[in-house]
């Protein structure tokens, strides 16, 4: 059974950084999409990034492009986000999520939350201005 545990949200200033983790088991590094999404209260849930971990090749929403990195330490079976110049607007719950097995239909993982099949709890991010 897959187990996924988020970490490391917390409250900023515009402007700066900060780094989400996502503590995962049960999963094989071949076959396995990840994806790392956010949600505001009484909007849908939206994909920010999504990586293939068998090739590593991802997909990112066009607002977090050039200031978020997603990236999967296999060793550690751990999610990251790298999150730069965070803006207001970055603020949401943000969810790890995986699916496994994985169907593919192009190079990257899809970015629709219905796809994936396991689900963290999820991290609070919250940006002042």
């Known amino acids: 059974q897959v187990q996924l545990q988020e970490s490391g949200g917390d409250s900023v200033q515009a402007g700066g950084s900060l780094r989400l983790s996502c503590a995962g088991s049960?999963?094989?590094?071949?076959?396995?999409?990840m994806a790392w999404f956010r949600q505001v209260p009484g909007m849908a849930r939206e994909a920010v990034a999504t990586v293939y971990l068998h090739d590593g090749v991802t997909l990112y929403a066009d607002s977090v492009k050039g200031r978020f990195t997603i990236s999967h330490d296999n060793a550690k079976n751990t999610l990251y986000l790298e999150m730069d110049s965070l803006k207001p607007d970055d603020t949401a719950l943000y969810y790890c999520a995986a699916r496994n097995p994985v169907l593919l239909y192009g190079p990257t993982c899809p970015a629709r939350p219905a796809y994936y099949n396991f689900w963290g709890h999820g991290t609070q991010v919250t940006v002042s201005s």
């Open positions: 049960g999963y094989p590094i071949t076959g396995t999409c």
